[in-house]
C-alpha cells in the first residue's frame, strides 16, 4: 500500500445498556476523540454498537475487517469477569493469532489507578491484516491506556501489511525501530 | 444474594509429600489465617488436601465449588515447572473463564523477592459464580502475594454474583470502583 | 543427573533472510557469546537455522531436543506480529506446558527500551526435560534480555531434571531457592 492509504479505523461497543439505548455510549465517542486529536495521517472510522453477546461482537469485528477492511478494530466493553463479559472470547475466536503483550500492558497501566485491574480480561490479535485490541467500557480508563499504548500501534500496522499512519508528535511519539528485524 | 450471606472460601492444597503425612501441611493453615485476620464480613472455610496429581486436584476444586458451594478456591501448590507440578493445568480444566490478570501480578509481585518468580505457572479462573486462584506452595510468598491482590477479590466476587465481602481496611483496603462500568 | 553432566544448550535461529543468505546471522553467535561468557559449568553448543516457517522450526526445535538431547533450547527471530513470524506457535505446538513468565518478563524487560515490545509473542515452555525460550531477532535485544533472566534458567533446568548449571556471580548470579518447595 502507499503512504497515501487512508487508515481505516473501526470502533466496536459492547453495551448491553447502550445497545437498548438505556444510557449512552460514551466509550465509542471517547475513542475517536482520541483518534480525531492524535492521527495527522488520512484516517476514517466506522462505529458499531452491539449488545454484550458473543455472536453479536464476533460478527461486528468481521464485518468491520472483512467488509469495511478496517486495519485496526478497537473495542471498548465486556473485558471483566461478569458472565456478560464476552469480548475476549469474541476477540479471540475471530483473530488468527494472539498479542499477548498488550493485554498485559494494558492491565499494568491500568494497575497503577486501581487494583480492580487485574480483573480484566483484555486482548489483542490479528485478524487477516488487522490488529483487534481490546479497550475496558470505562472512558477514563480508555484514554489513559490509549495514551500510554498508541505508540506502538503505527508499526504494527506497518508489520502486518497496513497503511503508514501518523501521529502528532506532542500528543503520541509514534514509535518505529530502524532495523525492522526488531 | 443478600449481603449477609455468607462467604465461603475453598482453601485446596496440593502436595505429594504433605497428602502421604511426609511433612505438615503449612501453606493451607496460612492462607486460613490470612483469611482470619482480614475478613470482617461472615465466612466459612473448607480445605482439602490432594497429591500433585491432575485428577485430585480437578476433583477437589469441583467439589468445593459444586459441592460446598464456595464462592473463591484458593489453591496452593504444584504452579512449578516440574513434572508433577499440574495444579494450573487441572484449574484451567475446570474453569469455563480464565483471568490471566492474576498470574500475571502474582509473578510480579514474587519477582521483587525472587528472580525465579518468572518460573511460576500460576493462572485464576472463574467456574460458574466461583473464582478460583493458585498461589505458590511456600507460605512466604502466599503472604506476599494476598497481601497486595486480595484488594481485588471482594469486587471480583461482586460481579460474579456472590456474596458481599468486607475486610478490615487497617490491613486489606477493599476496592470497589463507584462505576460498575469499569 | 551428577553434577558434573555437560550442559546441552540449543540455539536455533529462525530467519528467512539469514537461511537464504541475504545476510548473516548474528543472533545465533550473540546468543553463543553469552553463554560463553556467563558459563562456568560443562556446556556444549548445537546450532540450528531455519526459515521462518513453522514446521521447520518445529522439526528443529524437536531435532534438538529428542536427537542432541538438549536441555535447554533458546530461538532467536519470528516472534513479531508480522505473517512469517511463527516461532511462538511452532514452539507452544511442540511443548507439553508452557511457561507464560518468561513471555511477560521478556516483554517487560524490552519495554524498557522501545514501546513495540508490546508486539513480542515471545513465550517458553517445556518439552520433556528440556526448556525452550523464544528470544527476539534484534541481537541488542537478545543481550538486554539474557542479562535479566538467565539467573532463573539454572534452577529451571534442575526443577525439570537436566544438569547442575553454574555461572560467573560476576556477571550472571544465579538463583536457587534454598527450599525447593518454592
Do not use: H
Not at 50 to 56: F, G, R
Not at 98 to 108: D, T
Not at 122 to 138: D, F, H, K, M
Request: aromatic share 6%; charged share 30%; glycine share 8%.
Amino acid at each position: 500500500m502507499s503512504n497515501l492509504d487512508v487508515c481505516r479505523f473501526g470502533i466496536l461497543t459492547a453495551s448491553d445498556r447502550a445497545a437498548e439505548g438505556i444510557y449512552e455510549d460514551k466509550s465509542g465517542p471517547e475513542i475517536e476523540n482520541f483518534l480525531k486529536e492524535v492521527l495527522t495521517s488520512p484516517w476514517k472510522i466506522y462505529r458499531l454498537l452491539t449488545a454484550d453477546n458473543k455472536e453479536d461482537i464476533e460478527n461486528g469485528i468481521i464485518e468491520l475487517i472483512d467488509k469495511e477492511m478496517c486495519n485496526v478494530v478497537i473495542t471498548t466493553g465486556g473485558t471483566g469477569p461478569a458472565v456478560r463479559d464476552v469480548t475476549p472470547e469474541a476477540t479471540e475466536s475471530v483473530c488468527e493469532r494472539m498479542l499477548p503483550g498488550f493485554g498485559e500492558e494494558m492491565r499494568r497501566i491500568s494497575l497503577e489507578y486501581v487494583p480492580t485491574a487485574v480483573l480484566s480480561r483484555q486482548t489483542a490479535g490479528i485478524r487477516g491484516e488487522c490488529l483487534v485490541i481490546n479497550l475496558p467500557g470505562s472512558p477514563r480508563s480508555i484514554r489513559e491506556i490509549l495514551d500510554r499504548i498508541f505508540a506502538s500501534i503505527p508499526y504494527c500496522v506497518d508489520l502486518i501489511g497496513g497503511p503508514y499512519i501518523d501521529t502528532n508528535p506532542e500528543l503520541i511519539e509514534s514509535f518505529r525501530p530502524r532495523n525492522k528485524k526488531e
